[in-house]
């Protein structure tokens, strides 16, 4: 027993001499800040590995770019790293295009991480790209392209098209005058006031939808199910699981399918469509008039609504279906 707490106490000793020999950790704060000038519309191409990413309009002369710099390293190079990025920040202009966080030196980025705010004219075009850390865009004329490998996204009121997509992380979007594209490895997605078509997938998530203005839906989500409000167009809507609620106007074919959940439609009070509605374990509501075409029963039901028209199905491995009218005020 002597002779073991002997050797334990020899590596603890031996442990501490190596350890006080190592470098400390070292972390080094630095930070620059850029004013270029530009005219007419903007196009800027901004990334950075790990940091976050702010953008806000301003002038319509100026494009103002603020980078916070964080270095760690084992060494003495983080001190040397961020005095180097400060001097020599990575922004490149060629008239009203802009490049921003792109470091060649691969040395210079290791153990680095930068975050920028900037301010913009109106009329950008955006392309926004990090390795890990949140995004926030609002008030651009666009289009707007962002990606994340994690963290969360927030944009808001965007006067073009608008594409988003995360590894991990929620994605919040409020107001856009084109078509939305939103894609998440895992988290939620929520859709306002979307005036243009709108595509939306998550692994796992929510989906949330509100929709001004006419275009296709296609949603996806393997957990989480969905709530999408104002479809006018065609739609397609699927869960792996989780209740789906929709409501609008099926100008277009629509496809509602869950794993396990309730579907719940509600359409106009005039609506004419062909219905083609099931459910394996559950029941289904019907308050339009349909006049049957096959199968009618507590678990299927095919038929003519008003004389038919665009093809609405709906299917669900377990949960109840309900197909109502509109209703004036919420109806979820």
């Given at each position: 027993?002597?002779?073991?707490?002997?050797?334990?106490?020899?590596?603890?000793?031996?442990?501490?001499?190596?350890?006080?020999?190592?470098?400390?950790?070292?972390?080094?704060?630095?930070?620059?800040?850029?004013?270029?000038?530009?005219?007419?519309?903007?196009?800027?191409?901004?990334?950075?590995?790990?940091?976050?990413?702010?953008?806000?309009?301003?002038?319509?002369?100026?494009?103002?770019?603020?980078?916070?710099?964080?270095?760690?390293?084992?060494?003495?190079?983080?001190?040397?790293?961020?005095?180097?990025?400060?001097?020599?920040?990575?922004?490149?202009?060629?008239?009203?295009?802009?490049?921003?966080?792109?470091?060649?030196?691969?040395?210079?980025?290791?153990?680095?991480?930068?975050?920028?705010?900037?301010?913009?004219?109106?009329?950008?075009?955006?392309?926004?790209?990090?390795?890990?850390?949140?995004?926030?865009?609002?008030?651009?004329?666009?289009?707007?392209?962002?990606?994340?490998?994690?963290?969360?996204?927030?944009?808001?009121?965007?006067?073009?098209?608008?594409?988003?997509?995360?590894?991990?992380?929620?994605?919040?979007?409020?107001?856009?005058?084109?078509?939305?594209?939103?894609?998440?490895?895992?988290?939620?997605i929520r859709a306002t006031d979307i005036g243009g078509g709108f595509e939306g997938n998550t692994g796992s998530g929510?989906?949330?939808?509100?929709?001004?203005?006419?275009?296709?839906?296609?949603?996806?989500?393997?957990?989480?199910?969905?709530?999408?409000?104002?479809?006018?167009g065609s739609l397609e809507a699927r869960a792996g699981s989780g209740d789906i609620r929709a409501e609008g106007e099926?100008?277009?074919?629509?496809?509602?399918?869950?794993?396990?959940?309730?579907?719940?439609?509600?359409?106009?009070?005039?609506?004419?469509?062909?219905?083609?509605?099931?459910?394996?374990?559950?029941?289904?509501?019907?308050?339009?008039?349909?006049?049957?075409?096959?199968?009618?029963?507590?678990?299927?039901?095919?038929?003519?609504?008003?004389?038919?028209?665009?093809?609405?199905?709906?299917?669900?491995?377990?949960g109840n279906i309900e197909i109502l009218g509109l209703c004036s005020g919420s109806c979820f």
């Amino acid at each position: 027993m002597n002779r073991s707490r002997f050797l334990l106490a020899n590596a603890v000793l031996a442990a501490v001499v190596v350890l006080s020999h190592l470098p400390a950790l070292a972390a080094v704060e630095g930070s620059f800040q850029r004013s270029l000038k530009v005219s007419g519309p903007v196009d800027i191409d901004i990334t950075t590995g790990s940091g976050s990413i702010t953008v806000r309009t301003g002038g319509s002369d100026t494009v103002e770019v603020t980078g916070r710099i964080r270095a760690t390293d084992w060494s003495d190079n983080a001190e040397d790293k961020v005095r180097r990025l400060e001097a020599n920040p990575p922004i490149q202009q060629s008239g009203n295009s802009i490049h921003i966080g792109h470091i060649e030196e691969a040395e210079l980025r290791r153990n680095v991480s930068i975050s920028y705010e900037l301010t913009v004219p109106a009329q950008t075009e955006l392309k926004a790209h990090s390795g890990s850390g949140n995004q926030n865009v609002e008030g651009i004329r666009g289009p707007l392209e962002v990606n994340a490998g994690s963290g969360s996204v927030k944009i808001s009121n965007i006067g073009g098209t608008v594409r988003a997509d995360t590894g991990s992380g929620s994605i919040d979007i409020d107001h856009a005058k084109g078509n939305v594209r939103a894609h998440a490895g895992s988290g939620s997605i929520r859709a306002t006031d979307i005036g243009g078509g709108f595509e939306g997938n998550t692994g796992s998530g929510r989906i949330t939808l509100s929709q001004s203005a006419p275009g296709a839906v296609r949603a996806e989500t393997g957990s989480g199910g969905m709530e999408l409000r104002g479809v006018r167009g065609s739609l397609e809507a699927r869960a792996g699981s989780g209740d789906i609620r929709a409501e609008g106007e099926p100008t277009g074919g629509w496809i509602v399918h869950t794993g396990s959940g309730g579907v719940h439609l509600r359409l106009p009070n005039d609506a004419a469509f062909d219905l083609n509605a099931r459910t394996s374990s559950g029941s289904i509501s019907l308050e339009h008039p349909v006049t049957v075409q096959g199968t009618i029963g507590r678990k299927q039901i095919r038929g003519k609504v008003r004389g038919g028209g665009v093809q609405v199905e709906v299917e669900t491995g377990s949960g109840n279906i309900e197909i109502l009218g509109l209703c004036s005020g919420s109806c979820f």
